[in-house]
C-alpha cells in the first residue's frame, strides 16, 4: 500500500489512502473514538444516586460500575493495542466495537446490580480496544507539527462529549430511567461501527509485526523498557486520578453535599467539562512560544493551587467549588495532548504497543484516584483538594528526578 506525503505550510502529513472518510473524515472518526470513554462514564452519572434506590443497594456498588469499567478499560487497551500491530488495525476494531454493542445492550438488559457491573466489563473491553486503535490512527496517519494538532483537536473534540452526556443523561432521566442511557451508547457503537467498516487499514502487511501472538504482547514490555518513555507517562498520567476522582465524586457532591437535582448538576459538570476545551487550545498557542519543560511547569502550578483552592474554599458554595476546580480541568486538558506526543514520538515502532501503555497507564491511575474518591470520607470536597495536592506533588518529584537524570526524552528541551 502506498504512502502518500502532503506538505501545507512547512507542515507534513503522512496519510494512507481514505477513499471513503478523506483526511476530515478521518479526523472525526478517530475524534468519535476518542469519546467513546467518557460518554461510557459520563452519559449515567447524574442516574447514579437514584440508582441505588432503584437497585436497592449501595454507593460502593454503583460506583462499582465505573471503577469495574475503568480498570477492564484499561486491560481491554493492554491486549488489543499490541494484536493491531500484528493482525491490523481495522479486525481488530471492528471487533472492539461490536464487543462494544453487546455490552452497551446488556447493560440497559440488567436485572440486578450484579449483572450491570459483569456486563459493563464487556462494554469496557470493547471501549479500551476502540481507545488503542484510535490513538494508533494518530501515529499511523499523521506526522510533525501537524500530528501536534491533530491530536490536539481529537482531545477538544473529546470534551464535546463529557460537556454534553450528563446533560442529555439528565433529560433522559426526565421522561426515562437510567437503561435508556445504555441504549444510546448502543446506538453511538451501531454508528462507529458503520464508520469503522467504510474506514481503509493504515498498516500494511509489510509493516505488520510477524512475530507470534505471544510475541506481540511482549512488544509491551519492550516499549516499557524505555526508561524514558515509562517515567514521562508516569509523570503524565498520575494527574489522571483526581480528575478521574472528580468524574466519581461530582454526583454526589453537587446533589447531596450541595442539594442540586440531577439536571442541575448534569449543568455544572457540563461548565467543567466545556472548560477542558481550552486545554489543548492553550497547548496549540504554547508551541514555539514556550518550551517542553517551562509548559510542565506550569501546568504544575496552576494544578496545585487549584487543589488548594478545592481543599480550602469548596466547600462554601457549588460555584466557588466549580471556579476552584476549573484551572486542574485547564491542565488535565492540556497535558494528555501534550505528553501523547511526546511518548508517541519516542516510538519508531511498536505504535499499538506505545499507544495502549499510553492510554492504560493513564486508565490505571484514573481507576486508583476514582477507588480514593470512593472511600468514606468526613468530607467529599476536602478529600479531592488532598487528592489533588498529593498527586502533583508525586508529579512533580518524579519530574524533578527526571530532568536530574540521564535519560534522554525526545521533544522535551
Known sequence: MKKFKLTTNKQSILLKPQPYLGVKGLIFFISLM??????????????????????????????????????????????????????????????????YIIGSIACALSATVYQLILFRVMQALGAG?????????????????????VLAVVQAMGVIAPMLAPIVGAAILQVAEWRETF?????????????GLLFQETLSTEECYNG??????????????????????????????????????????????????????????????????LGPILYIRSIGRLTPRHFTWWCF?????????????GKYSPWIFLLSYLPFTLVEGAIRPFSTNILLDQQNGDVGSASSLINAVHTILGSIGMGLGSLDWINL???????IITSVIIAVLFFIILLHSKIEIKGLE
Open 301 to 313: 502550578i496552576v494544578a496545585i493551587f487549584s487543589g488548594i483552592g478545592v481543599l480550602l474554599l
Open 34 to 99: 476518542g469519546m467513546f470513554i467518557p460518554l461510557s462514564i459520563d452519559l449515567y452519572l447524574p442516574a447514579m444516586p437514584s440508582m441505588i434506590d432503584y437497585f436497592h443497594t449501595t454507593a460502593t456498588l454503583i460506583n462499582l460500575t465505573l471503577i469495574a469499567f475503568y480498570i477492564f478499560f484499561a486491560i481491554g487497551i493492554i491486549i488489543f493495542g499490541p494484536l493491531s500491530d500484528k493482525y491490523g488495525r481495522k479486525p481488530i476494531l471492528i471487533f472492539g466495537l461490536v464487543l
Open 212 to 277: 507470534t501472538l505471544r510475541g506481540s504482547l511482549i512488544r509491551l514490555l519492550v516499549v516499557g523498557k524505555n526508561a524514558g518513555f515509562s517515567l514521562f507517562l508516569f509523570i503524565a498520567a498520575v494527574l489522571a486520578a483526581p480528575y478521574m476522582t472528580y468524574i466519581a465524586m461530582s454526583s454526589y457532591i453537587y446533589e447531596n453535599y450541595f442539594a442540586l437535582n440531577a439536571q442541575t448538576y448534569s449543568y455544572f459538570f457540563a461548565v467543567n467539562s466545556a472548560f477542558a476545551i
Open 129 to 149: 480496544d476502540v481507545m488503542a486503535i484510535s490513538t494508533a490512527l494518530v501515529k499511523d496517519c499523521f506526522s510533525g507539527k501537524l500530528k501536534s494538532k
Open 381 to 387: 470536597i476536602h478529600g479531592l483538594g488532598i487528592i
Open 183 to 195: 441504549w444510546v451508547l448502543a446506538v453511538i457503537g451501531v454508528f462507529t461501527l458503520i464508520s
